[in-house]
């Protein structure tokens, strides 16, 4: 079948978020008057796990954002990647990313949540190195997997915890029974690794340096990805568990606590760069730390500032994300220090980036604005510290004002004699989607009462555990937020105008970072390859008997383990006057099977080494004849000769054996022998001493002949009882003749090597 080529997959790609977006649109009314739904499948009903779903104004409000970006960022993506000769395999990806969105915030089951919170790690992995020939989208795209993936082990289990303490993995029985859980002794072991979880993937200190080394992805995924969607997911997590986990003082100072040094973290990173990307990701990442902020503080103005933040930072950034993709798609750089007069060539993409700058940086009639004021306002009533948090968040906003300033208007604007040369003019694909989610955060600013509060009033009450009537205004009148805002202008201007003796200096700064957590993920990283290559360096010797030996002596090990604090005593009397009964023909084999192990040690042959061990298993096989085991002795002798035959047909095929040649390495190896064959003999004697009391032994005696239909009744158990067990002997067999076969087709070069 020929490959579909990828502009053809545009349609459906695009159609895809854009069915999902108008279908969650029927439940907009519904939901805003107060109602919920609730589907599930029956999945592994053995382990209350279900794929069980949950729709509320929350989820709502999520599963809008995922869909309706989706929809742009395939649209955007045809033209952005047009010729990729991998683009439908990227439209691929990036839908599994969004079903898997869709499916942890829709999830009603905390095990189902996991399930998808790992898909949106693995997805955004094959995302991040979507440029698999590049060595640096390759190391960017483990570096997001490693953290993330560890963060979600952590977040397994601490669901598993919050399961059981709660009684239920059904997450709205949970948020019903916080005073339960809170009251728990292990409240605090899983808030810590849920928290752990949800700050790895939302890019919060100390694991913040991952998102912008995912920049080495494609434009799309940084905007879908590292702005609107993933990195929100743990937000979206602890805001999901507030009713239950939240309100306590541990949950309170980590959030932010964490949140702030984020948030300062990030804002003083932003100003550092002059990759436009780079910038991007980094303000992202200090307003990740703000979302924080406004969790730990907790109260309805920070909850309600929560999520117009959410809501006006998802358009504004996925618009700038865009915008920088289009000047690096239109002028092949991303360095604003050498972009100028963009606007001359690219006014459609000027307009939005203007748009959206002055969204992001909070300016009148945007809904940035609105949010950023109610974000100052949170945080002075955050009590005590809320001086000191605002301060905090206050700075974020004046590097966002100076963000703002750089792509909203000194990249488009100004007049230049030499405007940067445009390569590759922006279609329509590329400018119709950052217009319209500058457009978007414009209307929401004019028109928040009708556009924004019913959407904002449903997503709150599952977060407060009540409804909250609010209302969002443009303008209340000259109040604190409003003074507040000017000012933040008028430093972010300030800035500016040193931003570029920042640049100069912060070379300076790069011996800090060698010892920042980046570097010290590196640092293990690396060590952990170098210790991986020095233990299989020892481990895999490539000698059957080293291999062997360490199975022995792990086996001594865990017998010895689980005797240690009570070795059971032998009472060997009985066993030693056997020894007066021995017949003349039992010390015949006897004296065959010695001196042959001694013979074995000896020996340089490989011929001699196989006739010796030939010697030794007939004259088990003869013992099984003496006591009682014609069966067992019939399949002994059967596998000695086959294994004779076969050794002796494949010796003079095999390369040249190395026998042990130093004294000391033989004496080890017999003593690893004789250890094994001693602790064999004790475990017999001591079964056979202290016998276990099994209804087995009854139930197969009486059912083998009238079940099994057979009078020998080791049979009926090999066949029928234990007929899986037989099948895989049987496998295993099969594959130790396919190896025997490989061996038989073995061609060696001269001097015995490949």
Known sequence: MQRIPGRQLLVPAALLPLVLFAYFCTYLSEIISGKTFSFAYSWVPELNINLAFYLDGLSLFFALLISGFGVFIMVYSAEYLRGHPLLNRFYLYLSVFMLSMLGLVLADNLICLFIFWELTSISSYLLIGFSHDNPVSRSSALQALLVTGLGGLALMTGMILLGNVGGTYTISELLTRGELVKSHPLYLPALLLILLGAFTKSAQFPFHFWLPNAMAAPTPVSAYLHSATMVKAGVYLLARFTPVLGGTEVWQYTLVTIGAITALLGALLAVQHIDLKAILANTTISSLGVLMIMLGIGTPAALEALLVFILAHALNKCALFLITGNIDHATGTR?????????????????????????????????????????????????????LIFSIVFISKVVAILIAIIIGYKLFWPRVSEPTPIHHPCGLNLTIPPMVMASAALAFGMLPGIMATPLIQSALAPIAGKTLFIELKIWHGLSLGLINSIMTFILGTLVYTVHSRIIEFSPRLTPLYNYGPNSIYQ??????????????????????????????????G????????????????QEIKMLHDVRLYELVLLFLILPGLFFLFKTHSRLIAIAIMGIIGYSVALFYILFGAPDVAATQLLIETLTVVLFVLVLHRLPPFRFISHKSKRYKYILISALFGAMMTYVVLLVKQYPLHSELKQFYGDNSYLQGHGRNIVNVILVDFRGFDTLGEITVLAVAAIGIVALLRLRLEKGGKR
């Open 558 to 573: 865990l017998v010895a383990l689980s005797l240690w604090n009570k070795v059971p005593l032998l009472n060997l009397t």
């Open 335 to 387: 360095d604003f220090k050498v972009l100028y007069g963009l606007a001359l060539n690219m006014r459609p993409t000027a307009v939005a980036a203007t748009m959206a700058a002055l969204s992001f940086a909070g300016m009148v009639p945007f809904l940035g604005f609105i949010s950023k004021e109610m974000l100052y306002d949170a945080t002075l009533g955050a009590g005590k510290a809320g001086f």
């Open 523 to 556: 640092f293990f990283v690396t060590g952990l390859v170098k210790g991986s290559s020095k233990l299989i360096s020892i481990i895999q010797s490539g000698y059957v008997r080293s291999y062997i030996s360490a199975i022995v002596l792990t086996m001594v």
